[in-house]
């Protein structure tokens, strides 16, 4: 069974290494071969220009394809996986049309992997994580009143008067700031046109505490299901958002009063000028650190009183070893990849593993790659 991961970008490598040290069957895709080769050539000679075709001609039952390529590389490729009765693996959300799949997955007998990246990835384990521990504890009562929130970012290790760094083209970041999201906030659904609608401060439970900004992203509602909310449940707040640093609103101000205008296919190319300026002024420095922050929190209140709170913790940054986000991202795609293998995950389309187990030794991998990860319990 060979692994075919198909994207050697800046987020793709520690997870790539880290299967070919660990000796699987790899075979590496990337439309740019010597790029492939500056980032593995010590490891492997199996380096081959990336084409769906050449990729078809190689594939057999059981293999594994990995889609670090472009989001609208992924149902492509797992449309692929399915017609050969392979597997298929990814980082990214889960589109509509990733989950129509489901059912032709099962037929084959082969598993859609995706969401295990580290957001959304390790962020959907931690949430597991809690709600497996909450639903266990004496304190767990249907009518309790839930408050969940999930917030990540990657930040400056050393901040800089923008309040931000970028590790690749700031385009994506850019561009959702134009993208709605849903959450619920008091008890109601919160929709919001964008995010600097909604920016809130949120203290994180770091061994030294510290204050960030918060906002909501994409729609967060969905993801009650996913974590196994109950229907009746009184929901207080449920949120997953994003997490930048404390000045960051106001060191973006002009960027949001002109991104509100921007329209269109101008509006498009005004975009692509501004990501042109922030990547020459913006960029992280060879070897500077880069940062990571995790919060998943759930609260379960009764009579306006918590009976029992936890948040999930983590902080990450740049050394030796690469860039903090670079193995949150692929080291967790690394271990769904041979999860699949040792068949650890059943044929259909799936986030990020709730098997207890799974969770917890993704987790004790995650320990190892983060500076701090913790379980603050707020009531100790």
């Given amino acids: 069974m060979t692994i075919h991961w198909c994207g050697t970008g800046l987020s793709a490598i520690p997870g790539l290494r880290r299967l070919l040290e660990a000796g699987h069957d790899v075979t590496v ?3 740019t071969t010597d790029k492939a080769r500056e980032a593995v ?3 492997t000679d199996r380096i081959k220009a990336f084409d769906i075709d050449a990729l078809a001609g190689q594939l057999v039952a059981g293999d594994v394809i990995v889609s670090m390529l472009p989001g609208d590389w992924h149902v492509p490729l797992a449309e692929l996986a399915i017609a050969n009765k392979a597997h298929f693996v990814s980082s990214s959300y889960i589109a509509p049309e990733m989950r129509a799949l489901d059912a032709a997955a099962q037929a084959a007998g082969v598993a859609l992997v995706n969401e295990v990246g580290l957001d959304p990835g390790i962020d959907h384990l931690m949430a597991h994580a809690l709600m497996d521990e909450y639903r266990a504890s004496p304190a767990f009562d249907a009518a309790n009143h839930i408050s969940f929130i999930s917030y990540c970012g990657g930040v400056p290790k050393n901040a800089n008067p923008f309040r931000y760094k970028f590790s690749w083209s700031p385009l994506g970041v850019l561009k959702a700031l134009r993208s709605p999201s849903r959450s619920i906030r008091s008890y109601s659904e919160l929709q919001v046109d964008r995010p600097w609608d909604a920016i809130r401060s949120y203290a994180a439970p770091l061994p030294t505490p510290e204050t960030f900004e918060v906002y909501p992203n994409r729609d967060s509602l969905p993801f009650m299901e996913q974590y196994e909310f109950e229907d009746d449940w009184q929901v207080k707040e449920f949120v997953r958002g994003t997490l930048r640093l404390n000045g960051w609103a106001d060191a973006w101000k002009d960027v949001f009063a002109e991104v ?8 498009d190319a005004r975009l692509k000028e501004m990501s042109d300026q922030f990547w020459a002024e913006h960029a992280y420095d060879e070897g500077e650190p880069d940062r990571v922050v995790l919060c998943v929190s759930l609260d379960a209140e009764q009579d306006g009183v918590s009976v029992w709170h936890k948040t999930y913790v983590m902080d990450a940054w740049g050394d030796a070893r690469g860039t903090a986000m670079a193995r949150l991202v692929s080291i967790p795609v690394s271990l769904a990849i041979e ?12 986030a990020a593993p709730s098997d207890p187990k799974l ?4 987790m004790g991998e995650i320990d190892r790659l983060a500076q701090h990860l913790q379980i603050v319990d707020h009531l100790a």
């Fill in 339 to 350: 999860a699949v293998l040792n068949h650890e995950i059943a044929a259909g389309v799936h």
């Fill in 359 to 362: 969770v917890e030794r993704w």
């Fill in 41 to 43: 050539g010590d490891l």
């Fill in 29 to 31: 895709w990337n439309r």
């Fill in 260 to 267: 509100e205008t921007l329209s269109g296919s101008e509006g």
